[in-house]
């Protein structure tokens, strides 16, 4: 069975570092559609990354040159490491894997809240 | 691509048919997704390809459109369907959402 949990979130200063941490069960991360997708308190779901294969990523706007997306095979898992960060990233942090039969992505973490304040 | 969900907010009572728009700024195909959330909790995805129901979905769900005009319908409303949804393309990256619907008890 598929199973995703996220951790790392927490509490940070704006212009503060934090890294996520997603680990898979049931499946290989490392050769995987993994995303990362928001949402802000009380706000709709903003995609934020992607990573896929070869190691190929994508960046929403919004958080490119700041977040950076990476994966470890031997942990079997995914991370977002998140610098520079603003007010407007605080969110709930959810990680998505894609089915490769549909290509749509059905599973997803609980998430981990990132709450960026002085 | 940007997506144009409406409306954002609907009050329906149990037994209503409803029906969700969602909008893209470029032709899309049929690269969308509709979710269903609910409060504390993650996404879970009802229809995928458009018009293709996730396995394990009730068949009062049902999607369709193409291009750059979707709906998602919902036949019949039930009470455990009161949620916020969710559309999103997968035509080409970012990957991106509409602004969601809020379904809410009349």
């Known amino acids: 069975e598929v199973h995703l949990v996220e951790s790392g979130g927490g509490l940070v200063q704006p212009g503060g570092s934090l890294r996520l941490s997603c680990v898979g069960t049931?499946?290989?991360?490392?050769?995987?559609?993994m995303n990362w997708v928001r949402q802000a308190p009380g706000k709709g779901l903003e995609w934020v990354s992607v990573?896929?294969?070869?190691?190929?990523?994508y960046y929403a706007d919004s958080v490119r040159g700041r977040f950076s997306v990476s994966r470890d095979s031997s942990k079997n898992t995914l991370y977002l490491q998140m610098n520079s960060l603003r007010a407007e990233d605080t969110a709930v942090y959810y990680c998505?894997?894609?089915?490769?039969?549909?290509?749509?992505?059905?599973?997803w973490g609980q998430g981990t809240l990132v709450t960026v304040s002085p | 691509i940007q997506l144009t969900q409406s409306p954002s907010f609907l009050s329906a009572s149990v037994g209503d048919r409803v029906t969700i728009t969602c909008r893209a700024s470029?032709?899309?195909?049929?690269?969308l997704a509709w979710y269903q959330q609910k409060p504390g909790k993650p996404p879970e995805l009802l229809i995928y390809?458009?018009?293709t129901l996730q396995s394990g979905v009730p068949s009062r769900f049902s999607g369709g459109g193409s291009g750059t005009e979707f709906t998602l319908t919902i036949s019949s409303l039930q009470p455990e369907d009161f949620a916020s949804y969710y559309c999103?393309?997968?035509?080409?990256?970012?990957?991106?959402f509409g602004g969601g619907t809020k379904v809410e008890i009349k």
């Open positions: 998505a894997r894609r089915y490769d039969t549909t290509g749509y992505y059905v599973y």
């Open positions: 049931g499946f290989d991360v490392s050769t995987s559609y």
């Open positions: 990573i896929y294969s070869g190691d190929n990523t």
């Open positions: 470029l032709g899309i195909g049929s690269y």
């Open positions: 390809a458009a018009s």
């Open positions: 999103q393309q997968l035509q080409s990256y970012p990957l991106t």
